[in-house]
Nanobody
Framework: QVQLVESGGGLVQPGGSLRLSCAAS????????MGWYRQAPGKQRELVAD???????HYLDSVKGRFTISRDNAKNTVHLQMNSLKPEDTAIYYC?????????WGQGTQVSVSS
């Protein structure tokens, strides 16, 4: 069994910053791709950023230059540093861990950007 626990969401003004964290635990034997998705009301879930086992990183075009994903393989954690936040970044953010063909998800953490 694999569990993902997220933290770090909240309410921030436009231009502000937040740092999301995700800790994975359970039957994880090795290093696997991890990432962050988000889902805004009425919209489909979308990939925000991910990092491969080898450390390659990919970002949604709209967050490039503002968000940074990082991981600590020894601790099975992944973080998302979000700077220059915009109202359109408001969504529930979900941590994802992919082990071969199995996808594991956290419970989600709300990020709200509003003045």
């Amino acid at each position: 069994q694999v569990q993902l626990v997220e933290s770090g969401g909240g309410l921030v003004q436009p231009g502000g910053s937040l740092r999301l964290s995700c800790a994975a635990s359970g039957s994880i034997f090795g290093v696997f791709p991890m990432g962050w998705y988000r889902q805004a009301p009425g919209k489909q879930r979308e990939l925000v950023a991910d990092t491969t086992a080898s450390g390659d990183k990919h970002y949604l075009d709209s967050v490039k230059g503002r968000f940074t994903i990082s991981r600590d393989n020894a601790k099975n954690t992944v973080h998302l540093q979000m700077n220059s936040l915009k109202p359109e970044d408001t969504a529930i953010y979900y941590c994802n861990l992919r082990i071969v063909t199995a996808n594991y998800w956290g419970q989600g953490t709300q990020v709200s950007v509003s003045s």
